[in-house]
């Protein structure tokens, strides 16, 4: 029951925050589709600095699916360097034989990191994401607590 609420909560927010950006000058809805990646991206400007950012992030392949939808309050330090946190909630679905027949799995945790934009193409990441499901080692994120992940990626 407590996981249903989390996520209403988490859906709530995306809907409020999609009608407040069709209104909203300072708002950008951005989308992105790559080789088993899909995006879909809100962000809503609170101020100069601060912004609120969330995302629909689709990844599949022929053995599985994987939704990821993060919140994350971002605070730009400057032009180029940025801090963000917020929660996310993930939910994996696999029909592999190696991981299991038909799992379904959803995780919740809190992430939050550090983003320098090179330019306006490349970019790069260094974010914690901390498990907070009661499953503490699942396959969306096979470490005990939490993990450090680096990224460094183009964008089109």
Known sequence: MKRRKIVLTI????????SYSQENEKNKI???DGVYRSSLNY???ISDKLSL???LIFSYNYDYQLVEIPLNLKYMLN?????????????????????GSSLQEYNFSIQGGV???HSQNIFGE??????LSKNNKTIINPFKKGALKVKLAHQF
Request: aromatic fraction near 18%; charged fraction near 20%.
């Open 11 to 18: 859906i709530f927010i995306y809907m409020f925050n999609i």
């Open 30 to 32: 951005q989308a992105s």
């Open 43 to 45: 962000v809503t400007k």
């Open 53 to 55: 950012e969330n995302r």
């Open 79 to 99: 032009e180029k360097l940025s801090l963000f946190a917020g929660p996310k909630l993930n939910y994996f679905r696999s029909n592999n034989s190696l991981v």
């Open 115 to 117: 983003r320098y934009n």
């Open 126 to 131: 260094v974010k914690y994401e901390h498990n």
